[in-house]
């Protein structure tokens, strides 16, 4: 199975900030990795897919880059809504895996 | 877009079985992958089984000839049905639209299932 690493495990920041957390598979995935969104009693909502590509109606603040095992996730000025945990998951093969979240807090 | 609704969860014993279903609407269970993916609060997401839309299942090794996954057409709802249930079973089970390449597009609110 492929393991997905992310870090860090979570960060402060306040709104405005810029923000970038980071996901790394234990072998190469080419650009199959997603981001994922969750918010307690929310269902979970893909922002990112492809590694680049924004899902619909996400907001261009985020932002995803990497291919290979190096993968990020960027939030450009940061919004009260964005407090939540954020989790990659790999698609390149069965099983499918997430990483362990990373969760943003508020300074 | 789509909605998905879960449904089925509860409090169950040791060994015992469920059967959650998902609702879906605005698109058809059929020609889509469908996904089920569990998360214990206050953890991660752990993917459980996707079936595809030729109706093949693929399962995680821990829920492999425990957990079967199955959709009807007609009534355009997907379906898990879980036997030999643990303690460690215990989460918020989410079904999804997608399981390719491409990410799970939309997703249920979950139903929560307890093991105790």
């Known amino acids: 199975d492929i393991q997905m690493t992310q870090s860090p495990s979570s960060l402060s920041a306040a709104v405005g900030d810029r923000v970038t957390f980071t996901c790394r598979p234990s072998e190469t995935i080419s650009s199959y990795l997603n981001w994922y969104q969750v918010k307690p009693g929310t269902a979970p909502k893909l922002l990112i897919y492809v590694a680049t590509l924004l899902s619909n109606g996400v907001p261009e603040r985020f932002s995803g880059s990497g291919s290979g095992t190096d993968f990020n996730l960027t939030i450009t000025n940061l919004q009260p809504e964005d407090f939540a945990t954020y989790f990659c998951q790999q698609s390149y093969a069965l099983p499918l895996t997430f990483g362990g979240g990373t969760q943003v807090e508020m300074k | 877009e789509g909605q998905l609704v879960e449904s089925g969860g509860g409090l169950i014993q040791p060994g015992g079985s469920l059967r959650l279903s998902c609702a879906v609407s605005?698109?058809?269970?059929?020609?889509?992958?469908m996904t089920w993916v569990r998360q214990v609060p206050g953890k991660g997401l752990e993917w459980i089984s996707v079936i595809h839309s030729d109706g093949t299942p693929y399962y995680a090794d821990s829920m492999k000839g425990r957990f079967t996954i199955s959709r009807d057409n007609s009534k355009n709802t997907l379906f898990l049905k879980m036997t030999s249930l643990r303690v460690d079973d215990t989460a918020v089970y989410h079904c999804?639209?997608?399981?390719?390449?491409?990410?799970?597009?939309?997703w249920g609110q979950g139903t929560t299932v307890t093991v105790s």
């Open positions: 999804a639209r997608g399981g390719t390449y491409f990410g799970m597009d939309v």
């Open positions: 605005g698109f058809s269970v059929n020609i889509s992958y």
